[in-house]
């Protein structure tokens, strides 16, 4: 009798809703921020406007990071490094950007002419993606064996590192080039992955029968 009542208490369990996802914070975030990149890169705002994300950048950051606590208490240690490497992204990219503009680290000291100045600007945000490509292409690799969408996710974030770093690297950034317009369109089609991960996963929240993220790459 106590073994069935232990039994159905289980099967209860496992058929209830997990409302304890850190993914239910996480992932909107990210994809917030994606979203307001991936404008940026394909000219939605002028050039000279990158400052606007930086409250974005550092709101969002604090909830990735809040997710990645989360997932800690839960136990769930790759998601905690994957919110925690966004958040880090969101985070360094703004001191990165505000540093740069108020020549906190000195990379343009007074008298400096246009020309030198605008090979600082591409050495700065080029040697900055280059670190991210060499994480997040880490990061991918690693996470083979993640449901298809949420490796979408990752996959397409790191394409926006290579095709910036592209961009800056072949001096085409500031003209909206090919490049940085690839690295926009990559920029929305993580959000759309992650936008589909985070409708699953509060769906699913919400009692609603779960749906599919799709077969790993790698079984």
């Known amino acids: 009798m106590t073994s069935d009542v232990q ?3 289980a ?3 496992a058929a209830a809703p997990d409302t304890t996802n850190p993914v239910l914070l996480g992932v909107p975030c990210a994809v917030l921020g994606v979203l307001a990149l991936g404008l940026f890169l394909l000219g939605y705002a002028p050039t000279g406007s990158a ?3 930086v409250p974005i950048f550092i709101g969002l950051g ?3 990071f809040v997710a990645a606590r989360w997932a800690i208490a839960g136990g769930a240690g790759p998601v905690a490094a994957i919110f925690g490497l966004f958040g880090g992204f969101f985070f360094s990219f703004c001191l990165v950007y505000v540093g740069y503009v108020h020549n906190w680290y000195g990379t343009n000291p007074p008298g400096t002419d246009s020309a ?3 090979a600082a600007l591409t050495d700065t945000f080029s040697v900055f993606a280059l670190c991210w490509i060499v994480v997040t292409t880490v990061l991918v690799l690693a996470c083979l064996r993640l449901p298809m ?3 979408l996710v990752l996959l397409f974030s790191d394409l926006v590192f290579v095709f910036v770093f592209l961009a800056f690297v072949t001096g085409t950034f500031g003209d909206i080039g090919a490049l940085r317009v690839l690295a926009g369109i990559s920029c929305m089609l993580a959000a759309l992955a992650g936008l589909y ?3 699953a996963a ?3 929240a919400l009692g609603a029968r779960p749906l599919s993220l799709g077969r790993p790459p790698r079984a």
Request: overall charge negative; proline content about 0%.
């Open 62 to 64: 604090i909830g990735l």
């Open 7 to 9: 039994a159905a208490a």
């Open 202 to 204: 509060l769906t699913g």
């Open 197 to 199: 991960v985070f409708f």
């Open 51 to 53: 400052g606007a994300v």
């Open 149 to 151: 969408a949420v490796f």
């Open 11 to 13: 099967d209860e369990a």
């Open 116 to 118: 030198t100045a605008g």
